[in-house]
T-cell receptor
Framework: DVKVTQSSRYLVKRTGEKVFLECVQDMDHENMFWYRQDPGLGLRLIYFSYDVKMKEKGDIPEGYSVSREKKERFSLILESASTNQTSMYLC???????????FGPGTRLLVL | GDSVTQMEGPVTLSEEAFLTINCTYTATGYPSLFWYVQYPGEGLQLLLKATKADDKGSNKGFEATYRKETTSFHLEKGSVQVSDSAVYFCALRVNRDDKIIFGKGTRLHILP
């Protein structure tokens, strides 16, 4: 079974803090994705990565950056957290030739 | 641009009722279509998919048929159970890239 894990289920941070969200997958997938999920807006793509050290902006990259130093790990970074970044963050992965994305359980982030 | 529109929720049904969740799409090219499900407290998981016109995806008693003429991919189940309570996302992938576009999600409540 594909397993995608995220470092925290719940996180509380203060405005201005630097926040790291970690995602690890154990199936040697090349592609990894970060989404945020908000009520009434569904899932929106923040960043994605086709391979190690590669990254592409998604639909809402502002205020975020990412790091992919190893194939299995994809980190989302909030350089200076703001209250409008309070959300559920979902990580996903898939193999290059596959269509199905496999999701982690999500991190619910609250920025005070 | 490419987009997915699905019926707004919440949808509330009694156990054993018939379920339909409508989904229509707009896409250039020939997309693959998906239904993902998110159970409470979990990430998304693939429920079913269809990759070309007239294909029917099915899983766990759910079905959806890829209708190119009406650009639709409606989700149906003949007899729902309390355990089907979740949020359902319709999604598409256009073959030119690896991004998936999600609808906003439909929350389903099944009453015993």
């Amino acid at each position: 079974d594909v397993k995608v894990t995220q470092s925290s289920r719940y996180l509380v941070k203060r405005t201005g803090e630097k926040v790291f969200l970690e995602c690890v997958q154990d199936m040697d997938h090349e592609n990894m994705f970060w989404y945020r999920q908000d009520p009434g807006l569904g899932l929106r793509l923040i960043y994605f990565s086709y391979d190690v050290k590669m990254k592409e902006k998604g639909d809402i990259p502002e205020g975020y950056s990412v790091s992919r130093e190893k194939k299995e790990r994809f980190s989302l970074i909030l350089e200076s957290a703001s209250t409008n970044q309070t959300s559920m963050y979902l990580c996903a992965s898939k193999p290059t030739l596959g269509e199905t994305q496999y999701f982690g359980p999500g991190t619910r982030l609250l920025v005070l | 641009g490419d987009s997915v529109t699905q019926m707004e929720g919440p949808v509330t049904l009694s156990e054993e009722a018939f379920l339909t969740i409508n989904c229509t799409y707009t896409a250039t090219g020939y997309p693959s279509l998906f239904w993902y499900v998110q159970y409470p407290g979990e990430g998304l998981q693939l429920l079913l998919k269809a990759t070309k016109a007239d294909d029917k995806g099915s899983n766990k008693g759910f079905e959806a048929t890829y209708r190119k003429e009406t650009t639709s991919f409606h989700l149906e189940k003949g007899s729902v159970q309390v355990s089907d309570s979740a949020v359902y996302f319709c999604a598409l992938r256009v073959n030119r890239d690896d991004k998936i576009i999600f609808g906003k999600g439909t929350r389903l409540h099944i009453l015993p």
